[in-house]
């Protein structure tokens, strides 16, 4: 998935405004202004259409843990982590919404897909691990898909 269709599935499911995203951004300490999240929000077949860029979209995905959670003072700021891949997203998404393994396997089976707890595992490995699996589109999106109320 790109960039753009997270950020805007996400907004869809956190079902906030514009003006709302920013803010959730600027939780990461990262500006954006109204035009860059407007072009960002829009179909690549649309005018006007910017590509969201990994930075953007580490902060956003760090913006959302903080606006979902908290900000834990005693804790440094969290560190971005680049590229973004469907993994990153999905291990933000899981913290921000406090979700467990269960939680997550229940999501993907309402879209009619099958996920053993081992193999969700193996999506929050690090990429050097043996097991390490990499989060495909179609998973992320059901998982986006079910999370959405």
């Known amino acids: 998935m790109t960039h753009n269709d997270v950020l805007r599935s996400v907004r869809y499911l956190l079902n906030v405004s514009d003006a709302k995203l920013i803010e959730i951004i600027n939780l990461a300490d ?4 109204p035009e860059e999240m407007h072009a960002f929000l829009k179909r690549e077949e649309e005018e006007g259409y910017e590509p969201c860029g990994h930075e953007v979209m580490a902060h956003f995905l760090n913006g ?13 700021p969290q560190p971005i982590e680049v590229p973004v891949t469907n993994n990153t997203v999905l291990k933000k998404l899981r913290v921000a919404f406090a ?12 879209s009619g897909l099958q996920i053993s707890k081992t193999e969700l595992g193996a999506f929050f490995r690090r990429p050097d691990h043996r097991n390490y699996r990499e989060c495909g589109d179609q998973f992320l999106r059901n998982f986006l898909k079910g999370l959405t109320p």
């Not at 990262?30 to 202004?33: G, H, N, R, S």
């Not at 959302?64 to 440094?76: F, N, Q």
């Not at 979700?99 to 309402?110: A, N, R, V």
């Open 64 to 76: 959302v843990v903080t606006y979902k959670r908290g900000r834990d003072e005693t804790r440094p």
């Open 99 to 110: 979700l467990k393994d269960g939680d997550i396997i229940t999501l993907i089976e309402k």
């Open 30 to 33: 990262y500006e954006v202004t």
